[in-house]
């Protein structure tokens, strides 16, 4: 958290998606959401699509996604919304979604994601959490580059989340094929990923007009916490104090997404509509890890990433 200034807003934790974007005039730009179906995902989607964005919902429910377009068209009168099939844990699902995209991408939202998960894995025996908030992001991302290269001024915003703090990424045993299985461990791994990847993406793709970053959308009662235990859900609801609604939830993503104050700002992590101040064990509950935004983890966790993500493509077309 050294080099630069902290960016501040007269947001906070209260404020809602459409309060931050509030103002902001997204004609004419073509915007993705993954995980658009519910939760945060469909305010997300909602609040840039209030602010006239062509919006893309990829997701894995189509029909729940078609569902959510017509409301959201309903609720704001857009109709320049569209449904695409989105598997993230799936690679070929990855990418076909890569190849059939062909326009100029403003505006990637990567809100889809599984926590605390049982110990499944994919076919390429990853991990999921992994697999999913991290690699299938990661295809997706790198996968869409010359989208996102070819607009003007194009911004990613990655999902990560608070619990990042609990772990890096494990290099010698990325998939728990020698250490005991740990489900939170496992998510806090993803999700300091998924701020290392905004790291490397933004210094790599930063002379691309691209800025990338991570933010936490904070804590949101949702699907997303269907694998949690009631303790673990009665710890967290102690811990955390209040919770957010899913319009409060996506506002932070929608600032980073959207906002002039954070305008060529990237490779950074936010969460209550500002950048995150250093974590500190056993300081007020916040802030992001030195761990995850160390660079050289960051480029060597691209590098890791490409070779699973090339040894995946290399093993569907043998």
């Known amino acids: 958290m050294t080099g630069h200034a902290r960016i501040t807003t ?3 934790a209260r404020s809602t998606a459409a309060e931050v974007i509030a103002g902001v005039d997204l004609t004419g730009r073509r915007a993705i959401v993954t995980g658009a179906s519910s939760g945060i995902g ?7 699509a209030g602010a006239g964005a062509e919006v893309t919902l990829a997701v894995r429910d189509v029909a729940a996604g078609e569902r959510t377009a017509e409301d959201i068209t309903a609720t704001t009168g857009n109709k320049h919304l569209a449904v695409a099939p989105l598997d993230l844990a799936d690679q070929a699902s990855v990418a076909a979604f890569t190849a059939a995209w062909h326009d100029p991408l403003h505006i990637l939202v990567n809100n889809a994601g599984v926590m605390m998960t049982p110990e499944w894995r ?3 025996g990853w991990e999921t959490q992994f697999a999913t908030n991290h690699l299938g992001h990661f295809a997706l991302t790198t996968g869409l580059h010359p989208a996102l ?3 003007d001024r194009a911004r990613v915003v990655a999902l990560s989340s608070r619990g990042h703090v609990r772990a890096g990424v494990d290099f010698d045993d990325i998939h728990f094929l020698t250490r005991p299985y740990d489900p939170v461990v496992a998510y806090a791994q993803s999700k300091s990923a998924v701020v290392l990847f905004a790291v490397e993406a933004n210094r790599r793709w930063a002379a691309d007009g691209i800025t990338v970053n991570a933010a936490h959308p904070g804590p949101i009662l949702s699907n997303l916490t269907r694998h949690m235990s009631k303790a673990d859900l009665d710890a967290a ?3 955390e104090g209040a919770f957010k609604t899913p319009q ?5 993503a929608v600032l980073v997404a959207t906002s002039p104050l954070v305008e060529g700002v990237g490779g950074r992590y936010f969460e209550d509509c500002e950048e995150a101040v250093r974590y500190v064990p056993g300081d007020a509950p916040g802030g992001v890890a030195d761990h995850a ?7 060597r966790l691209w590098r ?3 070779e699973m993500i090339e040894s995946s493509r290399a093993s569907r077309s043998a």
Request: charged share 20%; net charge negative; glycine share 2%.
């Open 304 to 306: 890791v990433s490409e």
């Open 248 to 252: 409060q939830g996506a506002a932070t």
């Open 293 to 299: 935004l160390d660079p050289e983890a960051a480029a």
């Open 122 to 124: 994919t076919p390429e």
């Open 42 to 48: 469909v305010e997300t989607a909602r609040a840039l």
């Open 149 to 151: 290269a070819a607009a």
């Open 10 to 12: 007269p947001f906070d």
């Open 237 to 239: 609801v102690a811990a």
